[in-house]
């Protein structure tokens, strides 16, 4: 069982900036693939950023050179760092740990993006 707790997330500008953070539970975290994922009402939850246990990235192509997804093995955390925010990048988040059984969630925390 792994628990995700993240944070980080608010009410923000157009062109601002928000950084999320995810505490995962699980010593084994180096050994799995993590991910931020976004949902909005109505919608799917779809696919952010994601790195992998060696480190390389990838991202949706609408928050390509915008946000950054990094890992700390020895704390444990994945983070995403926003900037440019824009409207419609307004959703709940959700962090995302890929364990060789199954896929685990956080809670979700709400990012804004409104004047």
């Known amino acids: 069982q792994v628990q995700l707790v993240e944070s980080g997330g608010g009410l923000v500008q157009p062109g601002g900036s928000l950084k999320l953070s995810c505490a995962a539970s699980?010593?084994?975290?180096?050994?799995?693939?993590v991910g931020w994922y976004r949902q909005t009402p109505g919608n799917q939850r779809a696919l952010v950023a994601r790195?992998?246990?060696?480190?390389?990235?990838n991202y949706a192509d609408s928050v390509k050179g915008r946000f950054t997804i990094s890992r700390d093995n020895a704390k444990k955390t994945v983070s995403l760092q926003m900037n440019g925010l824009k409207p419609e990048d307004t959703a709940v988040y959700y962090c995302?740990?890929?364990?060789?059984?199954?896929?685990?969630w956080g809670q979700g925390t709400q990012v804004t993006v409104s004047s």
């Open positions: 995302n740990v890929a364990t060789e059984s199954r896929g685990y």
């Open positions: 699980t010593s084994a975290f180096s050994g799995y693939g």
């Open positions: 790195i992998t246990v060696g480190g390389t990235t």
